[in-house]
T-cell receptor, first 114, second 114 residues
Framework: AQSVTQLDSQVPVFEEAPVELRCNYS??????LFWYVQYPNQGLQLLLK??????LVKGINGFEAEFNKSQTSFHLRKPSVHISDTAEYFC????????????FGKGTLLTVNP | GAGVSQSPSNKVTEKGKDVELRCDPI?????LYWYRQRLGQGLEFLIY????????KSGLPSDRFSAERTGESVSTLTIQRTQQEDSAVYLCATGVGTGSGELFFGEGSRLTVL
């Protein structure tokens, strides 16, 4: 079985500041990793994913994440945030192979203040 | 339609009543998932359909919950004899097959049990 821990339930930042949203996972096998974003009153949408290859993954809206196998982490970063980045961010993991279940963390609410 | 459509968007019901939630998938998406999102919690896996294979019902919390899907068409999630703890947003997600594929989420059905 796999699990996901998002260490911060809420992250308030000022506009144009850098931000890092932390995600750690636990799995007995290799995994695929995802970040999804949920804007207010909208459905979840994929921000970025790590499948294989380069450990630094770039996504939409200037976000990137780095897969660290030794630390079992997949932290999300953005060098300069905008008001419009205010949303809930979910880290998710799926085991490679036949398992298809996507397991989500509890989410991190990013609030960008002017 | 262009995306995953869920109905109703909001449902208020009295304890003990049955409710039915509907999900219209993206055309051609063989995989369909139901998740539950309680306030302040992550997404809780409920059930998974893949084409005509037997569904994975391992996430259903009790026998009051059931779901159906015929082939690659509409899915319905039914909750019988609703309880207050069933109050949550029920999310439907669809994708193409299994493995590393992206999931596309509907905007959810918000259920409030009084």
């Amino acid at each position: 079985a796999q699990s996901v821990t998002q260490l911060d339930s809420q992250v308030p930042v000022f506009e144009e500041a850098p931000v890092e949203l932390r995600c750690n996972y636990s799995s007995s096998v290799s995994v695929y990793l995802f970040w999804y974003v949920q804007y207010p009153n909208q459905g979840l949408q994929l921000l970025l994913k790590y499948l294989s290859g380069s450990t630094l993954v770039k996504g939409i809206n200037g976000f990137e994440a780095e897969f660290n196998k030794s630390q079992t982490s997949f932290h999300l970063r953005k060098p300069s945030v905008h008001i419009s980045d205010t949303a809930e961010y979910f880290c998710a993991v799926r085991m490679r192979g036949s398992n298809y279940k996507l397991t989500f963390g509890k989410g991190t609410l990013l609030t960008v203040n002017p | 339609g262009a995306g995953v459509s869920q109905s109703p968007s909001n449902k208020v019901t009295e304890k003990g009543k049955d409710v039915e939630l509907r999900c219209d998938p993206i055309s051609g998406h063989t995989a369909l998932y139901w998740y539950r999102q309680r306030l302040g919690q992550g997404l809780e896996f409920l059930i998974y359909f893949q084409g005509n294979s037997a569904p994975d019902k391992s996430g259903l919390p009790s026998d009051r919950f059931s779901a159906e899907r015929t082939g690659e068409s509409v899915s319905t999630l039914t909750i019988q004899r609703t309880q207050q703890e069933d109050s949550a947003v029920y999310l439907c997600a669809t994708g193409v097959g299994t493995g590393s594929g992206e999931l596309f989420f509907g905007e959810g059905s918000r259920l409030t049990v009084l």
